[in-house]
């Protein structure tokens, strides 16, 4: 199976590649957006104010009159962009994305920020999907730009014989898109109101200008509905958006090669074999499919040396600071305290921990999915009726001390408690792998991650495998840093383009 955004170990510029140009939107200074506005034409200038003001409730009546003295006074220089932004704590990211979705491409390049990294991150032309501006506007506004200027001139006297104000400027919609919120005949904010445009362009089949349109019409949400929605929205509860939830990474360790004995670090004592994790790849189809329909980017990596795999783990912190969630899934073989590195080096799941719970991630909430082994013990029952001839534990004999660092945000989840093994299907996957991805898909839209794993801990341990004369079982288990409740975001429905 393949996914819309996987990496793989080719491409690993393209981590460093949108880290780069998330430092370069965070170096942009309020200075710099005098000389910005000087480049922007008119249209480009009215249609930045009219995301970037009209994204916020009480800032639209003035973003009409900012238009008004642009209109009356195309020469005069202006500074409305630096206004909006002065004495806001975040404003480089939407300034960004309205010069994408206005397509001032022009005024990106010159504070180098690559333009094909940006239409990935801020998905400029997709309607009703934003990161900072508001969903309804930025909607609103490719309406706008699919209208034809006798299309415009049609729809303005449409409203005129409602009794809405007639601007005698009909070359810029945007002026009267913000009157009509203004005196909410539409609706962008606390709700979403939008019927009466809709009909227009439905009377006159203006279909392309009507797409944007489309999932805003009627929002009308039932009382349970809307309880269950403010329920994942509140307070208590990340903030997770499905456009920008972030990236799976999932570190694959399938094939172990020993070491020349001078790389070995001093006091590493090596495993006698690490064997081939035959079945891992059929965990791997199930993550990526778990996670990219709910919006998450994935990122493979195979068979990756101790050294790349803490390489990989920084590389993707630095990723996804412009993100609201890091999911990591390493699969490997194990022991107490620590996973695997390809080259039988032991990496300790605290160093893991440490790297996860970074300033950079600060009050984003981090998953720790770690499928290996724990130790070389075998949970044992005493009677059995099946048998399963493929089945495998992900051990390893060599022991690290465990600790466990406080770090808010950060929940890890194991595939079995400490001292034991965990068991692999050669063909099917790991039981946990397999049950967490089992339990995303089916209940992931309703429940937080912590009945979801409780969930897999319940389902997990029911199973049973004869070996021996002996029915061994497994028992999961999950450590919660998290301060507030952690929803993923709802599946895309089969159908729906990303």
């Not at 709910?294 to 920084?314: C, E, M, P, S, W």
């Not at 600790?403 to 408690?417: C, E, F, N, R, W």
């Not at 028992?475 to 429905?493: A, D, G, N, W």
Request: aromatic share 6%.
């Amino acid at each position: 199976m393949e996914s819309d955004a996987a990496l793989v170990p080719e491409d690993s510029t393209y981590v460093s590649s949108v880290l780069q140009n998330q430092q370069n939107i965070q170096k942009i200074e309020l200075d710099d957006l005098i000389d910005l506005e000087k480049d922007l034409s008119i249209g480009e200038k009215i249609g930045v104010i009219f995301l970037l003001y009209g994204s916020d409730q009480e800032l639209v009546n003035a973003a009409i009159q900012h238009i008004l003295y642009i209109l009356r006074n195309p020469l005069s220089e202006s500074t409305f962009i630096y206004q909006w932004a002065k004495g806001r704590d975040t404003w480089q990211e939407p300034l960004v994305e309205s010069l994408c979705i206005t397509q001032s491409y022009h005024i990106t390049e010159k504070l180098n920020l690559h333009m094909k990294l940006l239409e990935e991150v801020y998905m400029p032309y997709r309607c009703g999907v934003a990161l900072s501006i508001n969903q309804v506007v930025k909607s609103l506004f490719l309406m706008a730009e699919r209208l034809l200027i006798k299309d415009t001139e049609m729809l303005i006297q449409y409203m005129a014989d409602k009794g809405t104000t007639n601007f005698s400027d009909h070359n810029y919609i945007e002026l009267h898109l913000l009157d009509w919120i203004r005196r909410k005949i539409i609706e962008v904010h606390e709700s979403v109101k939008v019927d009466v445009l809709y009909e227009f362009l439905k009377q006159c089949e203006l279909h392309d200008a009507l797409e944007p349109l489309e999932s805003f019409r009627t929002k009308v949400i039932s009382v349970e509905k809307k309880s269950a929605l403010s329920s994942h929205n509140s307070s208590d509860c990340y903030k997770i958006r499905r456009e920008k939830c972030g990236y799976v990474l999932i570190i694959n360790q399938k094939t172990f090669t020993k070491p020349d004995p001078a790389q070995i670090p001093p006091g590493v004592e090596i495993e006698e074999c690490l064997s081939d994790r035959n079945g891992t790849d059929a965990d791997c189809v199930a993550l990526e499919r778990a996670f990219s329909v709910r919006g998450y980017k994935i990122v493979r990596r195979d068979n990756l040396t101790h050294i790349q795999l803490q390489k990989a783990l920084h590389d993707i912190v630095q990723a996804s600071t412009i993100y609201d969630s890091l999911v990591v899934c390493i699969l490997s073989h194990g022991n107490k305290g620590v996973v695997f590195g390809s080259d039988y080096i032991p990496v300790n799941i605290t160093t893991i921990q440490e790297i996860l719970s970074t300033q950079q991630l600060l009050n984003k909430p981090k998953v720790l999915i770690i499928q290996a082994c724990q130790g070389r013990k075998k949970n044992v029952t005493i009677t059995s009726e099946r048998t399963r001839s493929d089945l495998e534990t992900d051990d390893a004999s060599h022991q690290a001390p465990v600790s466990a660092p406080k770090y808010a945000d950060l929940l890890t989840a194991m595939s079995t408690i400490e001292g034991f093994v965990s068991i692999r299907d050669r063909k099917r996957g790991t039981w946990y792998i397999q049950e967490v991805c089992k339990s995303i898909e089916e209940r992931g839209d309703e429940e937080h991650i912590l009945d979801l794993l409780t969930n897999v801990n319940n389902k997990v341990a029911q199973k049973r495998h004869l070996a021996d004369e002996e029915e061994l079982c497994m028992l999961p288990e999950f450590s919660v840093r998290l301060l507030k409740k952690m929803y993923l975001p709802k599946k895309i429905c089969e159908g729906v383009q990303q």
